[in-house]
Each structure stands twice: as C-alpha cells, then as structure tokens.
C-alpha cells in the first residue's frame, strides 16, 4: 500500500495554515500601486470576496494584491467591466493624484499588466476589453485627460505623448507575435498599434 505523501496531521497544520492566512482585505496596503490600492480601499466590499476567491484557487507569486487585482480584471466575466471602478477611484481623486508623479507610472504600470495578462492566458475578449477602456476612456473622460497632460512632464524624455508611444513597438504586441496569436495582434491593429522595425533597429545598434 502506498503511503499518502502527508500525514492527517500534516494534512490538518497545513489545512489549519490556509485558514490562518490573513484575507486580502488585510493585504491591501501591500500594494505598490497607487490606482490599485486606491481602487481596493474604495469599493473593497466589491472587490475582496472575487480577490479572496482567486486567492484561495491559484498560486500567486509576486506581490500578491497588485498580482490578484489584475488577474481577476482579466478573467472576471462581470458585464459591468471592474474597470470602471479604476475610473471611478480617478475621477474622485483627481486633484490628489496631480500631485503624485508616481501615479503616471502606475497607470501604465496597471495597463502593461492587464494587456500581458490577456496574451499569456490569450483571453481575446479581455485585450479588446482592456485597450478599449484604456484609449476610449482617456478620449472621453475629462479626468483621466487632465491626469495625462500633467503627468506628460514626468516623462522620462521629452517630447513624448503617452498616446501615441505606447502604440509603437509594445511589447505585449510583440510577445503575441511570438506566441503566433493572430486573433490578438489583429485587435492590436485595430487599435492602431504598430510594429516599428526602424526604431527596433536603432535601439540594438545603440546597445
């Protein structure tokens, strides 16, 4: 007879163990991110028992919060996009968020995590979804306007448009041409992303 590879008292410390971890409501001043952390302490009532629910089904390496609020952006079917609550945690905390030059980096933080996550589980429905909310709600959103002209000049360079840059030669583009998703790189284009091979090749005669 083979032997379980836990005792019932192993079994029972490590079932004991799993209880014991503190809820992402606890956690939530973990986050790195200042629209995640924001958009938590704002609408947790929403957010908590989907967090605790993927928490409790997968493995998350990395930091745990930030990594869960945008796996559970990605994979949740919610019609009503919990995206809109990033815009809404924006929108009532614009003029605080001025002040912040981190802030800028986080949006494109959030954005860049939420676009790989959609490639590498190939979750077409959700890139769509994300490029949509990112680039139509800038275009329409007032708030989220006025965030981008100010944060513009805590670029790294100058004479950069946030826009129009994070459409040329995106990595997440790029990682599903190499994943050969045709469907995926097809919704880029739709968006107007585009290869640039003459600005890859003078990023490698530079290095």
């Known amino acids: 007879m083979e032997m379980s590879e836990y005792s019932p008292r192993q079994r029972s410390i490590d079932s004991s163990?799993?209880?014991k971890r503190p809820s992402i409501k606890d956690q939530i001043y973990e986050s790195e991110n200042i629209l995640i952390k924001g958009t938590l302490e704002l609408h947790h009532e929403y957010f908590v028992p989907k967090l605790d629910n993927i928490v409790k089904q997968t493995y998350v390496q990395g930091n745990k919060i930030d990594t869960t609020f945008v796996k559970l952006l990605i994979e949740d079917p919610d019609e009503n996009n919990p995206l809109n609550y990033v815009k809404d945690y924006i929108a009532k905390n614009t003029s605080e968020l001025q002040k912040q030059s981190k802030a800028l980096g986080d949006l494109r933080?959030?954005?860049?995590?939420?676009?790989?996550?959609?490639?590498?589980?190939?979750?077409?429905?959700?890139?769509q979804k994300v490029l949509t909310w990112y680039l139509n709600e800038v275009d329409d959103n007032k708030d989220m306007q006025r965030l981008i002209r100010i944060w513009q000049k805590f670029d790294d360079y100058s004479g950069s448009?946030?826009?129009t840059d994070i459409k040329i030669n995106n990595t997440t583009m790029i990682r599903a041409c190499e994943?050969?998703?045709f469907e995926m790189i097809l919704i880029f284009f739709k968006f107007e992303f585009k290869i640039d091979a003459s600005k890859m090749n003078q990023a490698n005669t530079n290095s």
């Open 161 to 163: 448009n946030s826009m």
């Open 17 to 19: 163990e799993t209880d």
């Open 179 to 181: 994943k050969d998703n």
């Open 109 to 127: 933080d959030l954005h860049n995590k939420l676009l790989l996550e959609a490639v590498e589980s190939e979750n077409s429905d959700s890139l």
